[in-house]
């Protein structure tokens, strides 16, 4: 079984830059997350998607995040303008189903430097 | 607010001895409980997880242990192997917030050959 993909594996942008990430979760995997990891910090959430319907994104800062999952299957999270404080690695995540015991299987990650 | 806590960030323990990873939580509507590992440029790893109608659950040499009326679960590694090195996070969550996880900041565990 593939596990989930992202890409790019490092970004490096100047503040006030935009910058894109992609996933691909793992196949037949309903739901997908976003979480962002802060150096020493563990994973925090920023959106969660159930097929291609938003969930929960009530940690994501949308004026200046936003996330799209089209046709239920890969995602995007765009960053519009970053800010140093975005600095982190940002994974994504799926699992077979929302509710219930089923564990998430992350990605490698994308690490964002903004300087 | 940090609903899931590691209150040691590393850890150091002998090769062949046992290593125990301690997690404490404050909701005490969480029912499933997670470890991953994580090696450094990679992402995190599902190792074993535990629902909150157990309070053991074993694989291998992994062993997780939740006490809810302490709200505390720990993870046992017997014996501990130079592969285990990494930083392990610990993650609960509730069916009641749509399998919301939150995570601890992780411990950092050296084995020492």
């Known amino acids: 079984e593939a596990g989930v993909a992202q890409s790019p594996r490092y970004k490096i942008i100047e503040k006030r830059q935009s910058v894109a990430f992609w996933c691909n979760p793992i196949?037949?995997?309903?739901?997908l997350y976003w979480y962002q990891q802060i150096l020493g910090q563990g994973p925090k959430l920023l959106i969660q998607?159930?097929?291609?319907?938003?969930?929960?994104d009530s940690q994501l800062p949308k004026d200046r995040f936003s996330a799209e999952r089209l046709k239920g299957v890969d995602s995007t999270l765009k960053i519009q303008p970053a800010k140093l404080e975005d600095s982190a690695v940002y994974l994504c995540?799926?699992?077979?189903?929302?509710?219930?015991?089923?564990?998430?299987?992350f990605g490698n990650g994308t690490r964002l430097t903004v300087t | 607010d940090q609903q899931v806590k590691q209150n040691s960030p590393s850890l150091s323990v002998q090769e062949g001895r046992i290593s125990i990873l301690n997690c404490d939580y404050t909701n005490s509507m969480f029912d499933y409980f997670l470890w991953y590992k994580k090696y450094p440029a990679e992402g995190p790893t599902f190792l074993i997880s535990?629902?909150?109608?157990?309070d053991k659950n074993e694989d291998g040499r992994f062993t997780v242990f939740l006490n809810k009326s302490a709200k505390h679960l720990s993870l046992h590694i017997v014996p501990s192997q130079p592969g285990d090195s990494a930083v392990y996070f610990c993650?609960?969550?509730?069916?009641?917030?749509?399998?919301?996880?939150?995570f601890g900041t992780g411990t950092s565990l050296t084995v020492i050959p």
């Open positions: 196949s037949g995997h309903a739901t």
């Open positions: 993650a609960a969550s509730a069916q009641y917030t749509g399998n919301q996880f939150y």
């Open positions: 995540a799926s699992s077979s189903r929302t509710g219930g015991n089923s564990p998430l299987h």
């Open positions: 998607f159930q097929n291609n319907g938003v969930v929960d």
């Open positions: 535990i629902s909150s109608i157990k």
